[in-house]
């Protein structure tokens, strides 16, 4: 309202100035002729500038609605791509020919649109900076025997800030190994603690699998010091967790039960489903302050598996993932890997619950409950493309379409509630058609 009366003000005074104007040149004008045409002249220009006014006004909310959208997709928004451990193996050994690899590495991502690299530095209890000492050095990194005095995680994080990415150290936390026990060296924690008979419970083996044990408070602690060593050493932009968190468990089954002996022997009143989301949402929340301790200006998020369903499950994972959206203490942001696409069809041949629209959705509507700060980015599956996926259609849509992540992308900012997007792989860029799906992808990433 006070906007409409203001601009009437402006119209007014404007028609008065123009026609006491107009009038003096009228005065001037000694025949009847010339008086006729001053006054038609006048009459002509305030209907003119009547006319011009109202098409502004019609025209101004139009431009601001689309100011809104649009600011929308041009802000700041996170465009991350994981680079992992296999990512890490295929790295030059010696240093030149390293660093100029990661460079490559580096304006790759910038070049598609990207802003964010999420790099593994814990994968498999074992690490890939010289100045992190939790975990040893991991056979991955290729550069530990030939260049024992060289950092390459430090060079990987230099050489990403050039090219304006933020650096994130992705983090297994609770993996450990299964067939490259024997690769792991004898001095690393986990070694000496299965060695020692009062601390060998902080390492379950479970169906071939070795796991630290997420309920013993010294793996907890161990975890998060380690955690702490990165954002003390490294000038990493954020941390992020990946999806291992519990296996899947059966406690009827003596060989699934994992840590039900320590339930037991806890005397929680909780039952063992929540005992254990317990045992997570503690890391969680000690590394969300530690990050912050240590870097006040760093993130910490994580990258969940796609189906609400599976995290709120009472036999795997056991993750409080409605807590810790409704809470401003365990992360900044959650990114969900939603690698399906949009046709994922049951056997029944009905749209799947694990279809890409339907998690977003899922997502989208928690999100929208929550009253925290935590944001919503969307993991999509780059290595899926021009791959035969078992989709439940006779020809998979990822064989049949090159513009999938591209539609995933739109659908996920139409909703207003996404704030950014992780791509994974960096291994499959360099595949053709994952090139594709770049390609079309790159249209609404570049200069976003």
Known sequence: MVFYLGYS??????????????????????????????????????????????????????????????????????????????????????????????????????????????CHVYSHSDSYGQKLKSFPLSKFMVTKDSAPDFDPLEYMIES????????????????????MMRDIPDGSIVKQWMADPSKQRNVLLHEGNYYLNPSSAEVRNYLVNSISEICKNYAVDGVQFDDYFYPSLNDNDPAKRFDK???????????????????VSMLVKDVYKAVHDARPQAVFGISPVALLSNLRSDKSYFVDIDTWMASNEYIDYIMPQLYHGFEAKTRLGILAPHSYINCLNSWVDL?????????????????????????????????RYNDILLRQVKAARETGEVSGFGIFAYQNFREAPAALELDNLQTVFTNQ
């Open 367 to 399: 999100k929208r409950k929550s009253s925290s700060n935590v944001k919503l980015y969307i993991g999509l599956g780059l290595y899926r493309a021009g791959k035969d996926i078992k989709d439940g259609n006779a020809v998979s849509e990822w064989l």
């Open 160 to 179: 990403a800030h050039k090219q304006g990415l933020s650096f994130h150290a992705w983090v297994n936390p609770y993996r450990v190994t299964n067939s």
């Open 9 to 118: 003000m402006i119209v007014s005074n404007f028609i008065i100035l123009k026609k006491k104007e107009i009038e003096n040149e009228i005065n001037m004008k000694k025949t009847w002729f010339g008086e006729f045409i001053g006054k038609l002249i006048a009459v002509l220009l305030i209907m003119n500038t009547l006319a011009s006014l109202q098409v502004y006004a019609a025209v101004t909310p139009v431009r601001r609605n689309d100011t809104v959208k649009s600011t929308v997709v041009e802000q700041k928004e996170l465009r991350g791509v994981w680079f992992s451990y296999i990512d890490w193996s295929e790295m030059p050994s010696d240093v030149e020919s390293f660093k100029k690899r990661a460079d490559q590495v580096m304006t790759d991502i910038k070049n598609r649109g990207m802003n964010a690299i999420f």
């Open 261 to 279: 002996a320590e339930y037991d022997a806890s005397g929680s009143s909780l039952g063992i489903t929540q005992w254990r989301r317990e045992n």
